[in-house]
């Protein structure tokens, strides 16, 4: 008998019990990889329907001839539809700065950028603290070049400079 009651209270205690609310996330993007690139972001909720959200890039990225090696830095404010942060519809302005060291066949640089865009994305954090999160925008950046082998300006391009897309899908934890 104390057996089966205390499993009773055990079940009642388990199925009753609430899942901790997620107040951050930390993730990566495994696509990013696929240009050599390794990103993290750490998102923390302000209020039902806010969270702020930085990523750190570093990449070592080749275009055609153009070495890519740097840092980026995107912060970003996300407004959940629903308000439900962290979780549901979102919307996202971000900025985001980049420092690279450029280098092609003959001429080497430093390129310094500084952008923005907006997201429009959609985030899960299930019971596990597993965190599943799909965004899409446009972006555009806008930079300096500076020489430091030869006179040549590298060609920048590939949404490093202008106007391009930042597209994800970051997995990682939410707490």
Not at 12 to 30: D, G, H, R, W, Y
Not at 68 to 76: R, Y
Request: with cysteine; hydrophobic share 40%.
């Amino acid at each position: 008998m104390k057996k089966l009651l205390l499993c009773a209270v055990t079940a009642l205690i388990f199925f009753n019990a609430k899942a901790q609310e997620v107040k951050s996330t930390i993730k990566i993007n495994p696509l990013s990889a696929l240009l050599s690139t390794g990103s993290v972001f750490y998102e923390r909720k302000v209020n039902e329907g806010m969270s702020v959200q930085l990523g750190v890039a570093y990449t070592g990225v080749k275009l055609d001839d153009t070495k890519f090696n740097g840092l980026a830095i995107t912060p970003e404010v996300r407004f959940y539809i629903k308000k439900h942060a962290p979780t549901g519809m979102y919307a996202a302005p971000f900025l985001k700065y980049q420092n690279y060291t450029i280098s092609d066949h003959t001429d080497k640089g430093s390129y310094t950028s500084f952008g923005g865009g907006a997201l429009m994305g959609h985030q899960w954090v299930y019971n596990s603290g597993f965190t599943l999160d799909l965004f899409f925008g446009p972006s555009y950046n806008n930079g300096k070049y500076k020489a430091t082998i030869g006179t040549d300006e590298p060609d920048i391009k590939g949404g490093i400079e202008g106007f391009g897309i930042r597209t994800g899908v970051a997995i990682g934890f939410g707490f």
